[in-house]
Nanobody, 119 residues
Framework: QVQLVESGGGLVQPGGPLRLSCAASGRIFSILAMGWYRQVPGKPRELVAGITSGSSTKYIDSVKCRFTISRDNAKNTVYLQMNRLKPEDTAVYYC?????????????WGQGTQVTVSS
């Protein structure tokens, strides 16, 4: 059984850094992409950053030049380094792994980790 375990969330002052980690346990075949989403109450979950199996990355405009996504394929782990955090970055952050199965694509999700940016 596959589980995604996130860590690294918490309370940080504006302008500070945080690093999120997401480690996948269990066997996942054919990982297409890994990513980080976030959600605030009353709004849909949004993709913050993604990285493909070929290490191509993409970011939403509001985090470009502040956040960096990376992965360790050997450990099935994805990271999100967040710098110069802003109060509007406050959200629950979810790790996602998209895999290719014989039935099509499948999404694995972490349990979510709270990030609060406040003075």
């Amino acid at each position: 059984q596959v589980q995604l375990v996130e860590s690294g969330g918490g309370l940080v002052q504006p302008g500070g850094p945080l690093r999120l980690s997401c480690a996948a346990s269990g066997r996942i075949f054919s990982i297409l992409a890994m990513g980080w989403y976030r959600q605030v109450p009353g709004k849909p979950r949004e993709l913050v950053a993604g990285i493909t199996s070929g290490s191509s990355t993409k970011y939403i405009d509001s985090v470009k030049c502040r956040f960096t996504i990376s992965r360790d394929n050997a450990k099935n782990t994805v990271y999100l380094q967040m710098n110069r955090l802003k109060p509007e970055d406050t959200a629950v952050y979810y790790c996602n792994i998209k895999s290719l199965t014989s039935l099509g694509t499948y999404n694995y999700w972490g349990q979510g980790t709270q990030v609060t940016v406040s003075s």
